[in-house]
């Protein structure tokens, strides 16, 4: 049986984390590591676009495990995330019982309900295989009945099938969830895991993401971006950037050609890093050319 490999302190998974090019603060790198340590899901929250579903990524490659993902959504049930029947193949199977002329109906039930007829979602999936790494994103965007539900799945991280009985993971996955935070999540989940915020990082940190996400962008396009994304953040805006709009808007810089910007080109790629016309038309009245030039000084 394959396992997660054995980390001894929180900075063996700094380095494996960074070692894929997700760049961890201490806090995180403590965290991770007690997730992993005792076997308790990490709770990420934060805006969108500041690492969250990409530390589970990171972990999985640092790992060398494989990402199971749960996307949530309002109206997801277990039927979704845990498993399902395959209800056309036991349709199939029932009939070619019949045409075979099989009258036996406990055996038949027996057949139906087999587990090669079982359907399994990402959540059995990751109890089912060991080692893995299993994503629920957005959490906030399901409904309190699934909320119970996961609660139960992760005190135990077992679940019972009444026509196979109960399925145990072998070795805990290592689970991440993360929320938006567009409402909150019931304190009870919470309690049952460990808990980061996610904050927009300073320049420097962010600076050295950029750089180590795209080491093909020019030293001093890097730097300018991360400056005019630091702005924004300050600028009132209905949807701030992330790091993630930031990687974004200097690799779209970067297919221009651009080696360095200006303002007259900020603005004209703030489709890159803005997603509202509002904070379009917000951006566009800033003083852009000062920002870069202060940051000259």
């Keep these: 049986m394959s396992r997660i490999p054995d980390v001894k302190e929180p900075g063996d998974v700094r380095a494996r984390l960074e070692e894929t090019g997700y760049l961890v603060d201490e806090g ?4 991770c590591f007690l997730a992993l340590r005792l076997h308790r ?8 676009g500041v690492g969250k579903t990409a530390l589970a990524a990171a972990l999985a490659e640092a790992l060398g495990a494989p990402l199971i993902r749960l996307q949530c959504h309002e109206g997801i ?20 019982a019949e045409a075979a002329g099989a009258v036996d109906a406990d ?8 587990r090669r007829f079982l359907i399994a979602r990402p959540l059995l999936r990751a109890l089912e295989t060991c080692p893995s790494v299993l994503l629920i994103d957005e959490i906030d965007r399901a409904d309190d009945e699934f909320e119970a539900f996961l609660l139960e799945l992760l005190s135990e991280f077992s679940v019972t099938i009444p026509e196979l009985g109960t399925l145990r993971a072998e070795v805990p996955p290592v689970v991440v969830l993360t929320s938006n935070r567009t409402r909150e999540v019931h304190d009870a989940l919470k309690r049952r895991c460990l808990y980061h915020w996610f904050d927009h990082p300073g320049f420097a940190r962010e600076l050295a993401i950029v750089r180590r996400r795209l080491p093909g962008v020019s030293e001093r396009l890097a730097e ?14 209905l949807k701030p950037p992330g790091v993630a709009e930031t ?6 810089l970067d297919a221009l050609g651009a080696s360095e910007v200006d303002a007259e080109l900020a603005v004209a790629t703030l489709g890159s890093v803005l997603k509202y016309r509002e904070d379009a038309e917000r951006a566009r009245g800033l003083d852009l050319a000062a920002v870069l030039a202060g940051r000259k000084a």
């Design 107 to 114: 055996r038949l039930e027996g057949e139906l309900y087999d």
């Design 28 to 31: 995180l790198a403590v965290a």
């Design 41 to 48: 899901p990490l709770f990420c929250e934060g805006d969108a």
């Design 247 to 252: 990687i974004d808007w200097a690799e779209a």
């Design 77 to 96: 049930d277990a039927s979704q995330a845990l498993y399902d029947w395959d209800f056309p193949r036991q349709l199939l199977r029932l009939r070619a």
């Design 224 to 237: 300018q971006v991360t400056t005019l994304a630091q702005a924004l953040r300050s600028a009132d805006l």
